[in-house]
């Protein structure tokens, strides 16, 4: 039997994903397992479906409208078992998600270990297991949060997720995971989640393009002193051919 995980969720006006969340859910939790959900000031308060309410496996919390990263630092506070998976409230997790996830957890148990989705076009290019450099991310960000796993020791050693950024959240915490905790990122070339790929859908697509872009330059800049001088010229010629002016 896998080791047990903390399933990490956090919501915030997500009604039109509750049904196939709760779903999935059911699905994926293991008889060891635990889930966590924070409701982030919803306007209908998350509560769980019937089926689910003798579920003493599942806490939901609802401190009110405290912002995403502070929604996912209460969740890991709370998380009874160390190992941690985030889910996301409009993904869905396979089933066999946390038995990939275990392994490489145990094989790599400093790492952030992330699955690539159905709808990733270039899943099948790489081997089942690859490292990604964090200066990979400063091209382009091909991580999907909904399917990292890690051991909560990560997430103490370099303070937890960023409580005042507007967005790029993610972001941040896997560079500060590098240059700072000193883990690796690790991309399992199986697909093991289903996103939704309507932006209307998703919460950051109500970021105005300016403040994203803001704080993905502030984001990058920020933890870019920590890496090889070396790959800067790599990436921009990585980024001219991929705007064909090369």
Known sequence: MRKPFTIITTVHNGDAHLVDYFDNLASILGPNDHAVIVDDGSENPVALPDRLQDKTTITVLHPGR??????????????????IAIQDIDDASHPDRFDHQAKHLTDHPGGLVFATATSDPW?????????????????????????????RSVWERIGGYDTDLPCCIDLDFYLRAV????????????????????????????ISADIYQQTL?????????????????????????????L
Request: proline fraction near 7%; charged fraction near 20%; hydrophobic fraction near 40%.
């Open 217 to 245: 330059a502030m984001v990058l800049d920020r933890h870019r002193m920590h890496l090889p001088r070396s790959i800067w010229p790599l990436l921009g010629k990585l980024r001219r051919l991929s705007r064909g002016t």
């Open 179 to 206: 240059t700072v905790g000193q883990a690796r990122i690790w991309r399992i070339g199986t697909p093991l989640i289903t996103r939704t790929l309507d932006p209307q859908s998703r919460y950051f697509s109500r």
């Open 66 to 83: 405290i912002g995403r990263g502070a929604a996912l630092n209460l969740a890991l506070e709370n998380s009874p078992i160390d190992l």
């Open 123 to 151: 899943r099948a290019r790489f081997g089942h297991l690859q490292h990604i450099p964090a200066a990979r991310l400063y091209f382009a960000n091909p991580l999907h949060h909904s399917s990292l796993a890690m051991h």
